[in-house]
């Protein structure tokens, strides 16, 4: 680290907005593959838990790599990097007293486990949305699969490139078997029930 950067002590700080918001901030982590409803059960969420006044956001890979990540390509590396900042950027909404939905295929187990380093263990809860690859084909409203089958997108996870399933996830969601409402119902009551702790 540069020793002329200096980390700034600021006099609100992050027990102060939960105490504020009457609730803690932690990060819970969706992985899946693309087309699994990783952003669609983020928002079913968010707006479940806004109604009833908790503080959230939602990072989602789309518009992070719009802005934030814009510079950055899919090579390994890339991607790599990606998720480092995206990581930096939940653990700066933990800080600010948020519950952050990071909604990111994140395939890899190491890539996932560097990411719960930087938020924080105790402050990362991964969610795995669980969808048979058949599943996410039929949802692909982008034909993003149909490009990867042809050989137009490389590298396209769970296609050209692996998807490593977590082994023990916070919360395994299996999309196909129920309706968005009834898994947006299981992470909530999940989050409701770390929120009362």
């Known amino acids: 680290m540069n020793k002329n950067i200096i980390t700034q002590a600021y006099e609100v700080n992050r027990s102060m907005r939960n105490q504020s918001n009457a609730h803690p901030s932690f990060v819970l982590w969706f992985t899946g ?28 890979g789309d518009n992070i790599r719009q802005g934030v990540n814009k510079g950055l390509g899919f090579s390994a590396e890339d991607r790599k990097e990606n998720l480092r900042r995206i990581a930096e950027v939940a653990k700066l909404f933990v800080d600010a007293g948020q519950i952050c939905f990071s909604a990111f295929i994140s395939p890899m187990r ?24 058949e599943v996410c084909e039929e949802r692909d409203v982008k034909g993003l699969y149909k490009k990867a089958r042809s050989g137009e997108i490389p590298n396209f996870t769970g296609i050209s490139a692996p998807y490593e399933a977590p082994n023990n996830p916070d919360l395994h969601i299996q999309t196909q078997d129920e309706s968005i409402e009834e898994s947006a119902q299981k992470i909530v009551a999940f989050i409701e029930n770390k929120i009362k702790k």
């Open 33 to 60: 593959l693309s087309g699994s409803g990783k952003s669609t059960l983020a928002n079913a969420v968010e707006k479940i838990l806004f109604q009833k006044g908790v503080q959230t956001y939602t990072l989602d």
């Open 110 to 133: 190491k890539d996932r486990a560097m990411i719960a380093s930087i938020v924080g263990e105790e402050d990362f809860y991964e969610v795995f949305i669980d969808t048979p690859i």
